[in-house]
């Protein structure tokens, strides 16, 4: 028994070396076959040949061993010689994506596939495959493509007389001298119609014709009067808008409810403050209209909707020099001017005739080596080099060339911009 046991162990292992031996020259048979392939496919590539090519390297491409990936790089080279014919540029495509999902993916098929996207005008697919190439590989060189090419960004066809910021996904435009609300990506939502009309907020809009003054919604209809007559109006947000009867200017809700309380020009909220002149100097008011900042400056900087606070700082003027104020205390640098802070980034000021950037606290973080800035919001700041404006990322780098006459703020991709046609608005491929 125990014979017969050694005899059948003895014949397992030879039969487990005959099939080792037998599986071993297979494989090399088949790399061999493979190679076979590839040679003959690649004389045909020489001879630019292509169409013959790429039977033999589909063929080749479906044998697994260490030459596949060979096999892969000359089908696309051949693919994409042939791209003129139906059916080739699917094909390259789909051999990309195989090569992509594989489990270790070299770096350069994404770099690859992304600049196929590229070139076939195709910015939003690229950046897709170029931060899943990020997420897989975390390489340099991926990265420094897609921070190339994160910017791009398309004009809407539509143009406006005038555009203020973005405020919440709208903007006031104007046209033939009458104003109106549209959307972030230039659709206009309430007609240019009104001699003037507020940022729109909390699903509504304050509207003057003349000096009636009126709240509409976003079709347009008027679910609010004020109960006096008005000869301008600020911007709508917080609930809250500046109006100016007879009086002055008073704060009334988005209701159009007014207060007892006059000033002679009040800004537009922002973090629950807004600037508020009387006596001929300017301060900073609460909601309830007690003072934040007393009025004992000549000037107290806003933003194109007349917004003066961002980060608990604000910058005022007095004299000559404008200070950045921080939290209420008045730090002892100052500037020849700057742009109110935004939610987030830093502010633009100006120094010894050339504008550049500090953050909250102060510090000088960009430069002054522009000719004119905005301060920072959604990741740019618009700037003026020359006659022309672009944009700057936070290191300071040029990101959009400057090409426009004017340039807003970016909000969520979209900014307003001046061109030759007039003003409009360019939306990022990729903003977030």
């Excluded at 008005?230 to 209701?255: C, D, M």
């Excluded at 003027?317 to 980034?345: C, T």
């Amino acid at each position: 028994m125990k014979r017969y046991t050694r005899i059948c162990i003895g014949a397992v292992l030879v039969l487990l070396s005959v099939t080792a031996w037998f599986l071993t020259i297979n494989r090399q048979s088949t790399a061999s076959r493979q190679l076979g392939l590839i040679s003959q496919a690649a004389d045909y590539i020489s001879d630019e040949i292509f169409i013959k090519a790429v039977s033999l390297l589909e063929e080749a491409a479906k044998i697994n061993s260490r030459h596949t990936t060979l096999a892969e790089d000359y089908l696309k080279l051949a693919y994409l010689n042939l791209l003129h014919n139906t059916g080739y540029g699917r094909r390259y495509v789909a051999l990309l994506e195989k090569q992509i999902s594989s489990k270790n993916p070299n770096p350069e098929v994404f770099i690859e596939a992304a600049q196929y996207y590229i070139n076939t005008s195709k910015i939003s697919q690229a950046l897709k495959v170029l931060k899943d190439g990020i997420s897989k590989t975390n390489c340099e060189h991926i990265k420094d493509m897609y921070e190339n090419y994160r910017y791009t960004f398309e004009i809407t066809g539509t143009y406006f007389g005038y555009i203020s910021e973005i405020y919440k996904g709208t903007i006031q435009v104007s046209s033939d001298g009458l104003w109106g609300i549209a959307e972030a990506d230039g659709f206009l939502m309430i007609p240019c119609e009104y001699e003037e009309i507020s940022t729109f907020s909390v699903d509504s809009a304050v509207a003057r014709e003349e000096n009636t003054v009126f709240a509409i919604d976003s079709k347009n209809n008027r679910v609010a009067l004020l109960r006096e007559a008005a000869t301008k109006i600020g911007n709508l947000s917080e609930n809250r808008i500046a109006v100016k009867t007879e009086n002055g200017w008073v704060r009334a809700s988005a209701q159009l409810q007014t207060g007892s309380a006059v000033f002679e020009e009040i800004g537009t909220y922002s973090g629950g403050y807004a600037a508020a002149k009387t006596s001929g100097k300017w301060g900073v008011i609460d909601t309830g209209l007690k003072w934040l900042i007393e009025p004992t400056f000549d000037q107290i900087i806003l933003d194109d909707l007349g917004r003066c606070y961002g980060q608990g700082a604000l910058f005022v003027r007095l004299d000559d020099r404008v200070y950045l104020n921080i939290s209420g205390k008045i730090s002892d640098k100052y500037y020849e001017d700057a742009r109110a802070f935004n939610d987030e980034g830093c502010a633009a000021v100006k120094r010894n005739g050339k504008w550049g950037f500090i953050d909250s606290t102060g510090e000088v973080v960009i430069d002054f080596v522009f000719q004119e800035a905005q301060s920072f919001s959604g990741h740019l700041a618009a700037v003026r080099l020359g006659e022309l404006w672009g944009y700057i990322n936070p290191n300071g780098d040029i990101v959009i060339e400057p090409q426009f006459l004017v340039a807003r703020a970016f909000s969520e991709g979209h900014a307003p911009v001046l061109t030759e046609k007039g003003w409009s608005i360019i939306t990022l491929l990729e903003y977030k």
